[in-house]
């Protein structure tokens, strides 16, 4: 009922919603590169949702990519007919998601005392927050299978396209190369996902 009174009244819908997607195998250290020259490139890109949104199509198509690999996942989100309120629930999720085991980037940490060897991680979670205009029922639904998940990464990549992006963020965990995420960290820190 609220729905079809706001939208009489000319109100935009905004919605939030954040994925997340966990990865399991000898095969996903290489995402931590992928995920990390990403990272670099939107510190760089200082908030152009263009830039931005160009970094989270390539990730969505990484991960597509990826998909005999992805072990588990959970969603979350909200409708807003206010921009401030959907701006405050992003800033939440953006808090928590950089709270959440390993996901606070050291871009800046040195090398030079590592092992030649690094220990290689065979899990590695990714949260991806966006906000957008409308309606999208490819991310307004449970994410936690396959199809629906393959569904919602293909939806973001169109959202960038069609200019309909608002806010952008991905968090991953862990951070770098050489860092471990072990199970008993994803029972600790990630509670919500569930197997796919």
Not at 46 to 57: A, H, Q
Not at 170 to 193: I, K, M, R
Request: hydrophobic fraction near 40%.
């Amino acid at each position: 009922m609220r729905d079809t009174f706001n939208r009489m009244i000319g109100k935009t819908r905004y919605v939030v919603c954040r994925l997340f997607l966990h990865l399991n195998g000898e095969e996903v250290a290489p995402i931590l590169g992928v995920l990390n020259r990403s990272a670099r490139t939107a510190i760089s890109a200082d908030g152009d949702l263009e830039i931005l949104g160009e970094e989270l199509v390539e990730l969505c198509q990484t991960f597509l990519q990826y998909d005999e690999y992805w072990f588990s996942a959970a969603n979350e989100g909200d409708v807003f007919w206010s921009e401030g309120e959907a701006g405050d629930y992003v800033n939440e999720l953006f808090t928590d998601s950089a709270q959440r085991y390993g996901s606070d980037l050291n871009l800046s940490s040195t090398t030079s005392n590592q092992p030649l060897s690094l220990p290689v991680t065979r899990n590695v979670v990714v949260m991806m927050t966006v906000a957008t205009e409308g309606e999208v029922p490819d991310l307004e639904t449970d994410l936690a299978n396959i199809p629906a998940l393959k569904a919602a990464l293909k939806t973001l990549i169109n959202l960038h396209y069609k200019h309909k992006l608002r806010a952008i963020q991905v968090h991953f965990s862990p951070a770098q190369l050489g860092d471990e995420l072990s199970n008993d960290q994803l029972l600790e820190y990630y509670p919500e996902l569930i197997p796919l």
